[in-house]
């Protein structure tokens, strides 16, 4: 099953600025990823081609980053799951930019099942408290993007699951 699920924002700021956002990506002062309510993004090395890792359950490779401007990582978990997600900042003028979050993969196997009932409305709920802290990031006030309650019920569900493993 072909899977594309894109986000974007407006951001009226320049790409510059918003470009060191993104390029502070799995660092320990993260301006991106919303890490204070979910799974950080780590990885084995410095933001970079090559860099292994992931957030929770996802796992991929960097394979395309132009500082302040493009991260692409290509998925190596959960298995059905082939294809990449990326970050991209695209510059509208030289006071807004765009920033883009896509998902072009086929999913096999149980993931056909799995993205559209479990990873997809996690997913975009983590996107949009992404952008909604990109906003805060650069000193403008956002409206915090409620979560459904699907996506409610699931992180009540994945809380429990993990306060069982970890007794």
């Not at 952008?131 to 429990?160: H, M, N, P």
Request: proline share 6%.
């Amino acid at each position: 099953m072909k899977v594309e699920n894109i986000h974007e924002r407006v951001l009226p700021n320049p790409i510059e600025q918003v470009g060191l956002l993104l390029d502070s990506l799995s660092s320990a002062s993260d301006r991106l990823w919303p890490f204070e309510s979910w799974p950080a993004m780590k990885f084995d090395r410095v933001l970079g081609v090559g860099a292994k890792g992931g957030h929770g359950p996802i796992r991929y490779v960097v394979k395309e980053y132009e500082p302040g401007r493009c991260v692409c990582c290509e998925f190596t978990r959960p298995t059905g799951f082939h294809g990449f997600h990326q970050f991209h900042l695209i510059p509208i003028s030289s006071s807004e930019t765009i920033i883009r979050h896509v998902i072009r993969m086929n999913v096999k196997g149980t993931a056909i099942i799995s993205w559209p009932a479990f990873f997809r409305p996690l997913h975009d709920a983590l996107i949009a408290d992404s952008f909604d802290k990109a906003v805060r990031q650069l000193g403008l006030e956002v409206e915090k993007s409620q979560w459904s309650a699907w996506v409610r019920t699931l992180r009540f569900i994945l809380r429990k699951k993990s306060h069982r493993t970890t007794m």
